[in-house]
């Protein structure tokens, strides 16, 4: 890893997730999140693999005439290899399928993004642990550590992931590895701090972290930087 890449690493970075949004104003949330945020998250659920639905390519395909922050997708899905292709023609700039379920064929998926054009990513749910993916990490630009359980918003924070965070990011500077540690789930100003000492790069703001501090969403990315900043001076 490059001296400019820790640098960048060091910085901390915001992904808005979009299943949390106001979808009576998307494109108004949309162009403010654009200067608030360095990412947006894609939750893409097929409703078996998690009991939900949640967002589409369909949409994605919208957000992109406004969206000037990459994409990440989450694949909470069943068959991620069904889903790859059309995530990449939608815009996707990470896919990040779960890695329990594509671990009987992982290089194979890996690969399929790669061919996309899309850089890869993996999601850990918490109850996985982070050896289940070692023999491919080094092929990960960004490892997703699950801090609730997928599918459904406003979960109880799961304390037991800081360790699994701080072991990932130990695993990154004794291998030379490149991934970014991105944290998604009960995202907030009470998890910042011990999330941020962990070693989290990205972190994954929904309702709690960011849609439901203000109803104007410019006053919301106001209090989640000035939430994130209280947090990790202390």
């Known amino acids: 890893m490059s001296a400019f890449e820790k640098r960048d690493m060091m910085q901390p970075a915001f992904s808005a997730s979009l299943m949390c949004m106001d979808f009576l104003q998307v494109e108004n949330q949309l162009k403010v999140l654009n200067n608030a945020v360095d990412y947006y998250h894609i939750d893409i659920i097929d409703g078996h693999y998690s009991k939900n ?11 992109r005439k406004v ?14 290899e069904d889903w790859i292709e059309v995530c990449a023609n939608a815009g996707a700039a990470y896919i990040s399928p779960q890695a329990e379920t594509i671990n009987h064929h992982a290089f194979r998926i890996l690969n399929m993004i790669q061919q996309a054009g899309c850089k890869i990513g993996i999601v ?8 289940y993916i070692e023999s491919y990490l080094g092929r990960v630009d960004l490892l997703t550590i699950m801090t609730v359980d997928p599918g459904f918003p406003g979960q109880p924070f799961i304390h037991e992931m800081i360790g699994k965070i701080k072991e990932a990011a130990k695993l990154r500077e004794e291998k030379g590895y490149k991934y970014k540690i991105q944290v998604d789930g009960a995202v907030n100003k009470s998890t ?10 990205v972190y ?19 209090k989640m930087h000035q939430n994130f900043a209280e947090a990790t001076q202390r």
Not at 53 to 63: Q, T, Y
Not at 71 to 77: E, F, G, I, Y
Not at 204 to 222: H, P, R, Y
């Open 53 to 63: 639905l949640s967002l589409s390519p369909d949409l994605m395909k919208a957000f």
């Open 67 to 80: 969206v000037t922050k990459p994409m990440d997708v989450h694949l909470a899905t069943t068959n991620p």
């Open 124 to 131: 850990l749910n918490p109850a996985t642990p982070l050896q």
């Open 192 to 201: 910042f701090k011990e999330l941020n000492r962990a070693g989290a790069d």
């Open 204 to 222: 994954v703001l929904g309702s709690s972290g960011l849609f439901n501090l203000d109803e104007n969403i410019e006053l919301a990315c106001e």
